[in-house]
């Protein structure tokens, strides 16, 4: 996700200037060259078809732009809540992870290992849900989950289909355990496994989005409109430029430069909408989920009473993953 107050020329410039605009820079040229010089003067057309086909393509990629907004904002809502969610286990394992009467005794230090237990999965769990909608278990398992992880039982779970499901399958049979063992209250067993099923409400809301994506018709025909209308506007307004013969004969030239300008504007618009379509796929554009689990291990661990913590994620050239 892009932090900065204003994007820098050079970021514009690399994500959605230099190809099309040349592209589009160098066919308004062409058709200058031949309705100028070589006076093929039959590429004209009227000036307000082209207009009418410009005002219904915004109207077009204007609703792609808003879908995908919608999809990249639902993303970050959700790890929103994902964030919250963790923040509440912790205080809940904290205040309902403890002896009841009647229930086995357990040494402080067994407790407190319990504790750290039950929120290292936690962690482990969001960071496994990171890889899992990037696509990066198999290669980033053991750096980046694993070490939050005791169980072999739960380090092994990167083999499966989908490890944050398991994590969290193994979260709960620890909680019937306690509970089994005294050390959890039936209403507080209901209240951890409500929590449990938050996580997994979130989870399931961030598969939905990474594993439907945007609509291919809506983001296919934006696409081919928009070059549509770039190779039509040149051909409707360079008699419109030529008209003008109180500026001079070489007035049709100023031509590129205002259709290239408007060309881009309309492409930039419709990438803007595409690069918004998947909010998980770890680009610049995209929710900064290194950065929200780093602040999820920082607060938690902090929680656990330990001070030699991460520093939360720095943003790369403006930039925070």
């Known amino acids: 996700?892009?932090?900065?107050?204003?994007?820098?020329?050079?970021?514009?410039?690399?994500?959605?200037?230099?190809?099309?605009?040349?592209?589009?820079?160098?066919?308004?040229?062409?058709?200058?060259?031949?309705?100028?010089?070589?006076?093929?003067?039959?590429?004209?057309?009227?000036?307000?078809?082209?207009?009418?086909?410009?005002?219904?393509?915004?109207?077009?990629?204007?609703?792609?732009?808003?879908g995908s907004y919608a999809r990249f904002w639902e993303g970050r809502q959700l790890w929103g809540a994902i964030v919250n969610t963790s923040r509440a286990w912790a205080?809940?394992?904290?205040?309902?992870?403890?002896?009841?009467?009647?229930?086995?005794?357990?040494?402080a230090a067994e407790l407190a290992e319990l504790h750290r237990r039950l929120l290292y999965r936690q962690l482990a769990w969001c960071n496994a849900l990171r890889l899992h909608l990037?696509?990066?278990?198999?290669?980033?398992?053991?750096?980046?989950?694993a070490p939050f992880l005791s169980d072999p039982a739960d380090r092994a779970l990167a083999t499966t289909a989908n490890p944050p499901t398991h994590l969290l399958r193994h979260q709960?049979?620890?909680?019937?355990?306690?509970?089994?063992?005294?050390l959890l209250t039936e209403f507080r067993h209901v209240?951890?496994?409500?929590?449990?099923?938050?996580?997994?409400?979130?989870?399931?809301?961030?598969?939905?989005?990474?594993?439907?994506?945007?609509?291919?018709?809506?983001?296919?025909?934006?696409?081919?409109?928009?070059?549509?209308?770039?190779?039509?506007?040149?051909?409707?307004?360079?008699?419109?430029?030529?008209s003008r013969v109180a500026l001079g004969p070489f007035h049709v030239w100023l031509m590129v430069p205002f259709a290239a300008a408007v060309s881009?504007?309309?492409?930039?618009?419709?990438?803007?909408?595409?690069?918004?379509?998947?909010?998980?796929?770890?680009?610049?554009?995209?929710?900064?989920m290194s950065a929200i689990c780093r602040s999820i291990e920082i607060d938690l661990r902090e929680l656990l009473g330990e001070t030699?913590?991460?520093?939360?994620v720095q943003p790369v050239e403006g930039v925070l993953y």
């Not at 050079?10 to 959605?16: K, N, S, T």
């Not at 598969?207 to 439907?212: V, Y």
């Not at 909408?273 to 610049?284: C, R």
Request: glycine content about 6%; proline content about 7%; hydrophobic content about 45%.
């Open 1 to 66: 996700m892009y932090i900065r107050q204003n994007l820098h020329p050079l970021f514009v410039w690399r994500q959605y200037g230099w190809q099309p605009l040349l592209i589009f820079a160098s066919y308004d040229a062409f058709i200058c060259l031949l309705y100028g010089p070589l006076d093929v003067h039959w590429l004209d057309i009227p000036w307000q078809p082209v207009a009418l086909l410009g005002t219904a393509v915004a109207f077009y990629i204007g609703f792609k732009s808003n």
């Open 91 to 107: 205080l809940r394992v904290f205040d309902f992870v403890q002896l009841v009467p009647g229930g086995d005794a357990l040494p």
């Open 134 to 145: 990037r696509r990066q278990t198999a290669e980033r398992w053991d750096a980046e989950v």
């Open 172 to 182: 709960s049979k620890e909680v019937l355990e306690l509970h089994q063992r005294g």
């Open 191 to 242: 209240a951890l496994m409500g929590t449990i099923q938050e996580l997994l409400n979130a989870q399931g809301a961030c598969e939905r989005i990474k594993n439907t994506p945007f609509p291919r018709q809506y983001a296919f025909f934006s696409y081919v409109f928009v070059w549509i209308f770039g190779l039509l506007l040149p051909l409707g307004l360079v008699e419109e430029f030529d």
């Open 264 to 288: 881009w504007v309309f492409n930039t618009i419709e990438l803007v909408g595409h690069n918004s379509e998947n909010p998980f796929d770890n680009k610049v554009n995209d929710v900064p």
């Open 308 to 312: 030699e913590l991460p520093r939360p």
